[in-house]
Each structure stands twice: as structure tokens, then as C-alpha cells.
T-cell receptor
Framework: GDSVTQMEGPVTLSEEAFLTINCTYT??????LFWYVQYPGEGLQLLLKATKADDKGSNKGFEATYRKETTSFHLEKGSVQVSDSAVYFCALSDSGNKLVFGAGTILRVKS | NAGVTQTPKFQVLKTGQSMTLQCAQDMNHEYMSWYRQDPGMGLRLIHYSVGAGITDQGEVPNGYNVSRSTTEDFPLRLLSAAPSQTSVYFCASSYSSGDRGETQYFGPGTRLLVL
């Protein structure tokens, strides 16, 4: 079945550092890919998405490119802030609205 | 718009007790779903509904029941709680356009502890 693998955390960075969170997927079809973010004590909210190969999703300085050849959707940000501290989930949708999530990566940004 | 709301925020149950987790949305979304979040496992789909009167099982449906009598509400029932059901439960909703790229809107979650 479909699956998503993302790098284990926690990832601890200093403010203004470059961020990469790796995400790879396995799917039988051509899924849409998502990054959701969960801030402390809150539910998940969409950060960005891409619906076909070579699409780049971007939002709030974060970006990720749908790479079909490497089945990847890595999340990047050039300069993280303390307010970016959260749990980041990579997910795919290959059937209707159902989402398959990765395990999540905790990001801690220190000032 | 309140978005997706869930009650209660936190609940403690004893093994064997039953309870209903409430979920409501005011965005007129056809699609609603329940996920559970466990450490190191991300979120896993329990049940989902594509419209009033229509429900189906997700990845981990055992021990849970759902029904969808209105577009707005999608309650999750635990018939006989077990410690393995200790988790954080999230309800989500979206339009059901058939587009796999639809954004899901999540509620704030219900933290459940089964003793």
C-alpha cells in the first residue's frame, strides 16, 4: 500500500539556519503531496501542496518540489525562525480525499 | 466560521466504558474523517464519510463506530474503550470534488486516556 517516510527528529536548529526535512513516498498511482504543520497544542494545518510532478508548493518561506523520479517531496526553508518550531508531517493522497501521513518531524528552533 | 470543532478536549475513560467524540464543521464540506495520532506513527485514518448517510472504514477502524446523519456532524463512538485506544483524535473535513489535492481542515483534537 501507499506509504510516506520522513526523516526522524527532533531537528534542532539555530535561528536563521537553513532547514531541510526529507520526505519520500511509495504509491501505486500519481498522488498529490502535502506538508502539514502542527503547532503546539493545535490541530494540523496545510503548509503547502503539489498535485503533479515538478510542481513546487510554497508558503511562508517554505517550499517543496514534487520529484517523481526520486519519489520525494523534501521541505526546505532558507532561514528558520523560533516561530517555526512545530511538528511537520509529509502526506500523500492517492485515493479520493484520504491522506496517508509520515511519522512527523519535530523542529526546534533556538534563538 | 468556526471551522472544525471537536469536543471534549480531554477525556479519561476506564477500560470497557463507552463514549462519543463529537465533531462538527460549518463549511458545508461533504467529506469528513477521523484520524488518530500516536507517537512515531503519524496520523492514521479510522473512518471517513463522503456525505450524509455514507461512511466507510479507513486503516484502523476496529473498536470504533461512526454515523453521518447531517452534513455538519460526524461523531466517533468508542463502544468499549481499551488502553490501546489511548491517543489524540483529530477530525478533518474538506470538499469532496474528486480532486486528490483537496485541502483537509483539521479540528483542535481530543486527547483520550484509557486506564
Amino acid at each position: 500500500g501507499d506509504s510516506v517516510t520522513q526523516m526522524e527528529g527532533p531537528v534542532t536548529l539555530s535561528e536563521e539556519a537553513f532547514l531541510t526535512i526529507n520526505c519520500t513516498y511509495t504509491a501505486t498511482g500519481y498522488p498529490s503531496l502535502f506538508w502539514y504543520v502542527q503547532y503546539p497544542g493545535e490541530g494540523l494545518q496545510l503548509l503547502l501542496k503539489a498535485t503533479k510532478a515538478d510542481d513546487k508548493g510554497s508558503n511562508k518561506g517554505f517550499e517543496a518540489t514534487y520529484r517523481k523520479e526520486t519519489t520525494s517531496f523534501h521541505l526546505e526553508k532558507g532561514s528558520v525562525q523560533v516561530s517555526d518550531s512545530a511538528v511537520y508531517f509529509c502526506a500523500l493522497s492517492d485515493s479520493g480525499n484520504k491522506l496517508v501521513f509520515g511519522a512527523g518531524t519535530i523542529l526546534r528552533v533556538k534563538s | 466560521n468556526a471551522g472544525v470543532t471537536q469536543t471534549p478536549k480531554f477525556q479519561v475513560l476506564k477500560t470497557g466504558q463507552s463514549m462519543t467524540l463529537q465533531c462538527a464543521q460549518d463549511m458545508n464540506h461533504e467529506y469528513m474523517s477521523w484520524y488518530r495520532q500516536d507517537p512515531g506513527m503519524g496520523l492514521r485514518l479510522i473512518h471517513y464519510s463522503v456525505g450524509a448517510g455514507i461512511t466507510d472504514q479507513g486503516e484502523v477502524p476496529n473498536g470504533y463506530n461512526v454515523s453521518r446523519s447531517t452534513t455538519e456532524d460526524f461523531p466517533l463512538r468508542l463502544l468499549s474503550a481499551a488502553p490501546s485506544q489511548t491517543s489524540v483524535y483529530f477530525c478533518a473535513s474538506s470538499y469532496s470534488s474528486g480532486d486528490r489535492g483537496e485541502t483537509q481542515y483539521f479540528g483542535p483534537g481530543t486527547r483520550l486516556l484509557v486506564l
